[in-house]
């Protein structure tokens, strides 16, 4: 908020962000689209609202007494007052003496007072005389989850690969480099459409030819499927790869394209007979929102005939596709239609974490809703877990027979003689899980083991162990595999092969489900572990957290479905606007065009005389570090104050790299923030920057 005073204004009113505005009504579900942003500027004073709201078009009244959309920014004035109260969110409900005194109007200047009914609406015209009077507007309160339903932002999504249009790619323009091992056959491809083309068998190999004089390559290729490797193996080198890779500034602008063959489906019926290629997946999918535009994946079917097929995907643009039969495919997530039938679950069911929050709660869950006769519930301390005794009294009370089991998942013997006891269960559901969060950086294999452990070791020996067609394996998996969340390469990994496998199950003729949940509301289970700037990082990725009623109903949902991996989610779409990851793109709604896009800082200054142009830019940098942090104003961040003592964490500090670099259309090292710890140093910094490029 600004406390700027504009004429006409009662002293002391206080001018309120638009952006802000439509972006609170959002979070609440009320997500309005660009026909009816026509709020043009607000100001507060006490609970009274002064704004004035315009159509786009301003001919695009006459056809009306008053325009539907004029009247509707009207009434998102009168819902500004405790808009960032969390008492709850209120709607138009009834307006009572509505009278209209003028018509035609595009423009109107709004001004709502309490009173004892609710709230009255004076719209008046530039000229001061009166258009429309209502004299009370009743507003009443709805729920969160009213929202929800209505706007259906609780969703199931899944993932589809879309046609990718192939461009005319200037192979004989760019220099192609393979990289170690061709254990999928790729090389010999490549060649034949490349004229420029060089292999290395080590990182070392490169960076001394690159010592020695010899050019930069535009694109090096790296084979990343491996079928003698394991998941472990593969991730780990994997690792190592990405992060020697970004650390060489000289490879700055060139493309590392990662290649695989069978590691992703693109259609329900492939098989995927790479979940060593599909832990890649993720931890680069990963690695590219941390480090955007310096990794491809691509996965291909005819290795021998994939040259064009390769030549056209770095050409493409999109960080991640699919090659088949010479085509190219990127994936997207939509939005699943509802199942048409009703599924649920009987008999026996086991469940791995089960006395962790999402297991006692699914257990609960099953018993009462799905009338499950028996729980089988394994954790590493059984019987000793904090609340075992009470779950196992209150599921016995339930009427289900409940065994709560010592049993340390990830080895297998220990699982093997545990499930032998168990007489053909009729599902079984893994939830156990682990968060180590780190930017991909300085993620250590420790980190990365200690994630892939419970995730994905206990899933490939449940998968193993449990041949029988009939019964239902549901894995918990997360969105972070599919999305690539930044600081979490170990978690998508991990994931990503639970989804992998899922339907690498199908395939054989057995059931695999994987569920790539959006975060949980949990007050013990893995999302206790984020701090603020973590929730605030995921609510910005496009999600929000899930209650526990959301979340169980998307689960009965998921059920029914007929799909290998489903994403239950609730969507936030106030950040899905602007630059959003493109497997969101098509979830993002339409929005109006930002004045802060690529280069927005440049034109800040470029309207502004020399002597405002260093504060206009520390402005910029402050209210980019004030969006990563999710505070609510540019002036909680103070000009000297080192970033890292207002809480940026080494991922918020990618973040606000990235931010800076889509600003002000420059190339920004990662480290950018490392090394100007300001935001007064950072944005002299800029400046320098842009006055060497002639900005």
């Keep these: 908020m600004s406390s700027t005073k504009k004429p006409g204004l009662p002293e002391g009113a ?31 004073h006490g609970e009274e609202v002064y704004a004035h709201a315009g159509l786009e078009n301003e001919s695009g009244g006459d ?29 138009p409900f009834a307006l009572r003496g509505i009278r209209l005194h003028r018509a035609g109007a595009s423009a109107v200047d709004v001004h709502t007072v309490p009173n004892e009914g609710g709230i009255s609406l004076a719209l008046t015209g530039a000229d001061g005389e009166p258009v429309v009077t209502v004299g009370t507007l009743v507003r009443r309160a709805v729920s969160a989850d009213q929202l929800d339903a209505a706007g259906q932002r609780t969703r199931l999504l899944r993932v589809v690969w879309k046609t990718v249009e192939q461009q005319t790619a200037a192979s004989d323009q760019t220099h192609w480099a393979f990289l170690g091992t061709d254990h999928i056959g790729v090389t010999g491809a490549l060649k034949s459409v490349c004229r420029s083309f060089d292999s290395y068998p080590t990182l070392a190999a490169l960076d001394a030819a690159l010592r020695e004089g010899a050019a930069v390559p535009d694109v090096v290729v790296v084979s990343c499927t491996d079928q003698d490797s394991p998941v472990r193996s593969a991730a ?62 691509v996965d291909i079917d005819v290795p021998d005939d994939s040259g064009r097929a390769l030549v056209a995907a770095a050409a493409s643009g999109e960080p991640q596709l699919a090659v ?17 039938r009703r599924a649920g679950l009987s008999g026996t069911v086991v469940i791995t974490g089960g006395t962790g929050a999402l297991g006692r709660l699914l257990a609960r869950h099953l018993v009462t809703r799905h009338g499950v006769e028996h729980l089988v519930l394994l954790s590493r301390r059984g019987p000793d877990a904090p609340g075992a005794a009470d779950l196992d009294t209150e599921l016995t009370g339930l009427g289900a027979k409940v065994d709560i089991l010592a049993c340390d998942v990830t080895d297998r013997s220990s699982l ?39 995730k994905v070791d206990t899933a490939l020996h449940l998968h193993d162990l449990i041949q029988d067609p009939d019964c239902v394996f549901v894995m ?28 690498r199950r199908r395939t054989l003729g057995m059931r695999g489900l994987s569920l790539a949940w959006g975060l949980w509301e949990s007050e013990d289970g893995m999302g206790s572990e984020l701090s603020t700037a973590d929730l605030n990082r995921i609510k910005r990725s496009g999600f929000a957290p899930l209650s526990h009623d959301q979340g169980l109903a998307l689960f009965d949902a998921a059920l029914a479905g007929d799909e290998a991996v489903l994403s239950p989610v609730r969507l936030n779409e ?3 606007t602007g630059h959003v990851p493109p497997i969101l793109a098509d979830l993002a709604p339409a929005a109006a065009p930002s004045a802060r896009s690529s280069d927005a800082l440049h034109l800040r200054l470029t309207d502004l005389p020399e002597a405002e142009r260093d504060a206009a830019a ?46 002000t259309g420059l190339q920004l090292p990662a480290t950018v923030v490392f090394d100007h710890p300001t935001p007064a140093a950072l944005a002299a910094h800029l400046r320098r920057l842009l006055q060497e490029n002639g900005s």
Excluded: K
Aim: some cysteine; aromatic content about 6%.
């Design 14 to 44: 206080r001018q309120v962000d638009i952006e802000h505005i439509y972006n609170r009504l959002a979070d609440r579900g009320l997500r309005y689209g660009p026909a009816f942003r026509n709020l043009r500027s607000v100001w507060s």
């Design 63 to 91: 056809d009306y007494l008053l325009h539907p959309a004029l009247f509707d920014a009207a009434l998102q004035a009168a819902l500004i007052p405790g808009l960032d109260d969390e008492g709850g969110t209120f709607l």
């Design 236 to 297: 780990q080198r994997a690792l190592m790869l990405v992060q020697e890779w970004s650390a060489d500034d000289r490879l700055a602008a060139s493309r590392l394209l990662l290649v695989s063959s069978g590691a992703v489906a693109s259609r329900s019926q492939e098989d995927l007979s790479d979940l060593p290629g599909a832990a890649v997946w993720g931890l680069v999918r990963s690695a590219q929102s941390e480090h955007p535009g310096r990794f491809v994946l």
């Design 324 to 340: 088949r039969h010479g085509a190219l495919f990127r994936p997207r997530l939509v939005r699943c239609p509802p199942p048409s």
């Design 416 to 454: 093997e003689r545990v499930l032998a006891d168990v007489p053909a269960p009729s599902a079984v559901i893994h939830t156990a899980g682990r968060l180590a969060d780190a930017a991909v950086d300085t993620l250590t294999p420790h980190r990365l083991d200690q994630v892939l452990s419970p």
């Design 476 to 503: 918990f998996s997360s969105v972070a595999g599919l999305v690539g969340n930044a600081g979490q390469a170990n978690y998508a990994a991990a994931n990503s092969v639970l989804d992998a496998l899922a339907q």
């Design 574 to 576: 106030a950040a899905l």
């Design 618 to 663: 520390l402005e910029f940098v402050r209210e980019s570090a004030a969006a990563v942090l999710g505070y609510d104003s540019p002036d909680d961040i103070e000009a000297d104050r080192e970033f890292n003592a207002v809480g940026l964490d080494s991922i918020g500090n990618l973040e606000l790299s990235r931010r800076l670099a889509a600003g």
